[in-house]
C-alpha cells in the first residue's frame, strides 16, 4: 500500500460579526457525511479532511497534527502549510492569537504542538533532541523571514537540491530549548505580519 505524503484539510470558518452586520452571505457548504464543500451553488471540491465552521481547536489539532508531531518525534520531516486569502483564519487556526491572551481550548496548532513536542522530549532523557525555530510569512508570492525582519525579502528562497531535498536558503534559525523559548520567538512576530 502507498504510504499518503500530503493530506489537505480544510477549516470553514464562521461569519465573523461584522460580516454578519454588512448581511454577508455564506458561500461554502459542507455536503454532509463526506469530505467535500461547495462553494457558490455548484463547485464541489473534495479534501482529506474537513471541518464546518463550528469546529474547534481540539478537534482540529489530533486529526491534523497529532501523527506528523509522533513522526517528528522519530525523526522524521513534518511540515503544516495554512494557505487562505487574508481574513479566511489562517493565524486563528495556526495560533489561535497570543497565546496569554487565549483559554486552553483557543489554543491553535503552534502552541499545542509545541506543548506536546517539548512533553515528549522531557520524557524521553535518552534521545539527543535540538529543536529549531524559523518563520516565514509568505505574502503576495514573497518570503519574509519574521524571526529577522532586515532580511531582504529577495534574499529569501526555497531551493531543491541535487537530491531533490526542499531547502530554504537564508532564513534565521534559532535554537529552542522549551515551550516559552518558541513562544517568545514566535508570537511577537504575528504583529510584523505583512497583513495583520
Do not use: W
Not at 457525511?33 to 463550528?54: A, E, L, S
Not at 495556526?94 to 491572551?101: L, Q
Not at 515528549?120 to 535540538?130: A, G, K, L, T, V
Amino acid at each position: 500500500m502507498e504510504e499518503i505524503l500530503v493530506k489537505v484539510a480544510v477549516r470553514v470558518r464562521p461569519l465573523l460579526s461584522k460580516e454578519v452586520l454588512h448581511n454577508h452571505q455564506v458561500c461554502v457548504r459542507l455536503v454532509p457525511n463526506t469530505q467535500q464543500i461547495i462553494i457558490g451553488k455548484d463547485r464541489v471540491f473534495t479534501f482529506d479532511v474537513v471541518f464546518g465552521k463550528n469546529s474547534t481547536q481540539e478537534e482540529v489539532y489530533p486529526v491534523c497534527i497529532k501523527l506528523l508531531l509522533v513522526s517528528l518525534a522519530e525523526g522524521y520531516n513534518a511540515t503544516v502549510f495554512a494557505y487562505g486569502q487574508t481574513g479566511s483564519g489562517k493565524t486563528y487556526t495556526i495560533g489561535g492569537g497570543h497565546i496569554a491572551s487565549v483559554s486552553e481550548d483557543e489554543k491553535g496548532i503552534i502552541p499545542r504542538a509545541t506543548q506536546e513536542l517539548f512533553q515528549h522530549i522531557s520524557e524521553n532523557h535518552n534521545i539527543d533532541f535540538r529543536v529549531k525555530v524559523s518563520y516565514i510569512e509568505v505574502y503576495k508570492e514573497e518570503l519574509r523571514d519574521l524571526l529577522e525582519l532586515e532580511t531582504s525579502v529577495k534574499d529569501l528562497h526555497i531551493r531543491e537540491d541535487e537530491k531533490g531535498n526542499t531547502g530554504r536558503i537564508s532564513a534565521l534559525e534559532l535554537r529552542a530549548f522549551d515551550f516559552c523559548c518558541v513562544h517568545k520567538l514566535l508570537f511577537p512576530p504575528l504583529e510584523k505580519r505583512a497583513y495583520r
